[in-house]
């Protein structure tokens, strides 16, 4: 069966330091990737997205993810990260879906705290 | 600018009650879905509707229904409300075909006495 997996449930880093959050996924093709960002209260904003092409794809505010498929990961980078990242971040995959159709899977989330 | 509205951010309803959450979408997507968000669970798809007036069930759409009369609007409805359906409810729209990219509402947080 399809999964994602996000191995980090909380992950605190200090302003201006790296990050990185790790994102697994079980699937026998290669599947639409996304990264979702929530603020407090908010619904869920996209930073990227992967179907094809380039394997290291940029999103909005300073973002980056690298798919590899030899590894089943989507792994979402930022050089350097500021106190107002400090949200929740969903990874999913688009997968299809009976009727043909396709859904989307999420991941259980990572909690980002930022430490000034 | 893409837009998913939802009728509240915050209900509060009673055991038994039936509860409706509304949700709107102006960029004339064909796809709508209804999800809810746990703490460690992410976010689970109860029922998403491809067109107006079809349906289909997703991962727990146990004591849920929906409702699809017109393509912009997508209805959640909580039969019977129970304190386990106490959750964030969060809407979502896309395009049938492409990417499979979701945009979603603000959503609405609804708790159950």
């Known amino acids: 069966a399809q999964s994602v997996t996000q191995p980090d449930i909380h992950i605190t880093v200090s302003e201006g330091a790296s990050l990185e959050l790790r994102c697994n996924y079980s699937?026998?093709?290669?599947?639409?990737l996304f990264w979702y960002v929530q603020s407090p209260g908010q619904g869920l904003q996209l930073l990227l997205k992967y179907f094809s092409g380039d394997t290291l794809v940029q999103g909005i505010k300073g973002f980056e993810a690298e798919f590899k498929r030899s590894q089943s990961s989507f792994n979402l980078r930022k050089p350097s990260v500021h106190w107002s990242d400090a949200a929740e971040y969903f990874c999913?995959?688009?997968?299809?879906?009976?009727?043909?159709?396709?859904?989307?899977?999420f991941g259980a989330g990572t909690r980002l705290a930022v430490h000034p | 600018d893409v837009k998913v509205t939802q009728s509240s951010r915050y209900l509060v309803k009673r055991t038994g009650e039936k509860v409706f959450l509304e949700c709107v979408q102006d960029m004339d997507h064909e796809n709508m879905f209804w999800y809810r968000q746990d703490p460690g669970l992410g976010l689970r798809l109860i029922y998403f509707?491809?067109?107006?007036?079809?349906?289909e069930k997703g991962d727990i759409p146990e004591g849920y229904s929906v409702s699809r009369e017109k393509k912009e609007r997508f209805s959640l409805i909580l039969e019977s409300a129970s304190t386990n359906q106490t959750s964030m409810y969060l809407c979502a729209s896309s395009l049938l075909a492409g990417d499979n990219e979701q945009f979603f509402g603000p959503g609405t947080r609804l708790t159950v006495l």
């Open positions: 699937y026998g093709a290669t599947p639409y």
């Open positions: 509707s491809y067109d107006v007036k079809m349906k």
């Open positions: 999913a995959v688009g997968f299809p879906f009976s009727g043909g159709y396709n859904k989307l899977i």
